[in-house]
């Protein structure tokens, strides 16, 4: 996969030769590249910046710089001869909700360029500009603003990295993941456990040392619903109750959680309409 990001700030992408991303750099799986988007600023004092139309506090990116970069950019091609298109991720607070699912579409692409902004963000023509000829999309990392869009890269492409081919050692190891497509799609990963067995009086839940695969899986999808119903219920309310079984529904049933008309499952004390 190539990776594109413009950013005022390139050094703040750094962590980018750090850990998983670093070695899937090293070893050809990923081409990241950097660029400052100043390089395609005219002016003396290379602004990207001014006042925004309407009045208010802050300032917004100049359209200019961005266009030029994105040109550039974009015209060379996933392979440098001219052939493919990008996905242009736009971070923004306004934008779609990342989650794994997100991340799992991403992975899929060719080619992603970035364009955290700094400021009050990028003048609007400029997405509208490139959503004509390529597919932009907006998204934020959460509902909290941050200064830039170089933190949300930074989640974003690890986020993605990890789930290319040949990244992790294990090429299963993603599929227990909280979130994760499949069975896991609208649960939180339950607790883990390694060596030693007992530590600071504290022993390891017997289940795990029994080495009953069954009982083992069984306990492990238990806890995951248990913290789901605890950390967000709200995952657990939107879940299609055909993907839980016999077992997932006593355990609900054991939290309290009960069975509304439409029949999916609420937490305990929420009111159900008959
Ligand atoms: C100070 S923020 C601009 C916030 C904007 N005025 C608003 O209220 O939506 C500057 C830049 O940081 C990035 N940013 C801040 N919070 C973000 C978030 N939650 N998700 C993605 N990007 C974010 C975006 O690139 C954004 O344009």
Same mark, same amino acid.
């Given at each position: 996969m190539r990776i594109d990001v413009v950013t005022i700030f390139p050094e703040y992408l750094e962590p980018l030769n750090v850990s998983l991303v670093g070695k899937a750099r090293a070893r050809g799986l990923l081409d990241v590249r950097l660029?400052?988007?100043?390089? /395609?600023?005219?002016?003396?004092?290379?602004?990207?910046?001014? %006042?925004?139309?309407?009045?208010?506090?802050?300032?917004?990116?100049?359209? &200019?710089? /961005?266009?030029? @970069?994105?040109?550039? !950019?974009?015209? *060379?091609? @996933?392979?440098? *001869?001219?052939?493919?298109?990008?996905? !242009?991720? =736009?971070? %923004?607070?306004?934008?779609?909700? +990342? %989650?794994?699912?997100?991340? &799992?579409?991403? @992975?899929?692409?060719? /080619?992603?360029? +970035? %364009?955290?902004?700094?400021? &009050?963000?990028?003048?609007?023509?400029? =997405?509208?500009?490139? @959503? &004509?000829?390529?597919? =932009? /999309?907006?998204? *934020?990392?959460?509902?909290?603003?941050?200064?830039?869009?170089?933190?949300? =890269?930074?989640?974003?492409?690890?986020?993605?990295?990890?789930?290319?081919?040949g990244v992790l050692g294990n090429a299963e190891s993603h599929r227990d993941d909280s979130f994760a497509t499949g069975a896991m799609a609208n649960l939180l990963e339950g607790p883990v456990y390694t060596k030693p067995p007992r530590w600071r009086g504290r022993d390891v839940p017997d289940v795990l040392l029994s080495g009953h695969h069954g009982r083992v899986e069984r306990w492990r999808r238990d806890q995951a619903i248990a913290r789901t119903a605890a950390n967000r219920p709200d995952l657990l309310r939107s879940c299609d109750p055909a993907t839980l079984d016999r077992h997932d529904r006593a355990m609900l049933a054991a939290l309290g959680w009960h069975q509304g008309p439409d029949g999916r499952f609420g937490p305990p004390g929420e009111t159900v309409e008959e």
């Open positions: 660029h400052d988007l100043r390089n /395609w600023t005219h002016d003396r004092h290379n602004t990207v910046d001014d %006042t925004p139309y309407g009045g208010g506090p802050g300032m917004v990116m100049k359209p &200019e710089p /961005w266009g030029e @970069a994105l040109d550039e !950019i974009a015209a *060379s091609g @996933a392979d440098g *001869s001219g052939e493919g298109r990008p996905v !242009i991720v =736009v971070p %923004t607070p306004s934008g779609r909700p +990342f %989650t794994q699912r997100l991340a &799992e579409e991403l @992975a899929t692409r060719p /080619w992603l360029v +970035f %364009t955290p902004a700094r400021y &009050e963000g990028i003048d609007r023509r400029v =997405v509208e500009e490139y @959503a &004509e000829r390529y597919e =932009v /999309w907006e998204v *934020s990392i959460g509902d909290y603003v941050l200064a830039g869009g170089e933190a949300p =890269v930074l989640v974003m492409v690890e986020a993605v990295a990890r789930l290319l081919p």
